[in-house]
Nanobody, 125 residues
Framework: QVQLVESGGGLVQAGGSLRLSCAAS????????MGWFRQAPGKEREFVAR????????YYADSVKGRFTISRDNAKNTVYLQMNSLEPKDTAVYYC??????????????????WGQGTQVTVSS
């Protein structure tokens, strides 16, 4: 069982930056692939980024590639999402998710087993 708690969301102007954190409980965090998703009002939840258990392999949605960076610190049981050059279209509730696989090709919500409660990111123009 893994519990995930996101933090770091907030209100930022376009062009600004935020860093989201997701703290995980459980001793086997280092064995999980971690992902970030987001859901804007009236839209479906969409994949943002994922990182393998070791942190070596990462993958991004085209919409955030070059602006967002996913990373993890297995010693701290935490995964991060550094978001730069934010745009109003990035406004959404951001969720972190986990799946008990070292390097899952996981891009769908259904690929993940555990979810956090979400943190709101609002980008003003």
């Amino acid at each position: 069982q893994v519990q995930l708690v996101e933090s770091g969301g907030g209100l930022v102007q376009a062009g600004g930056s935020l860093r989201l954190s997701c703290a995980a409980s459980g001793r086997t965090f280092s064995g999980y692939t971690m992902g970030w998703f987001r859901q804007a009002p009236g839209k479906e939840r969409e994949f943002v980024a994922r990182i393998s258990s070791s942190g070596i392999n990462t993958y991004y949605a085209d919409s955030v590639k070059g602006r967002f960076t996913i990373s993890r610190d297995n010693a701290k049981n935490t995964v991060y999402l550094q978001m730069n050059s934010l745009e109003p279209k990035d406004t959404a509730v951001y969720y972190c998710a986990a799946v008990d696989l070292a390097s899952a090709l996981a891009m769908r919500s259904s690929d993940y087993t555990y979810w956090g409660q979400g943190t709101q990111v609002t980008v003003s123009s």
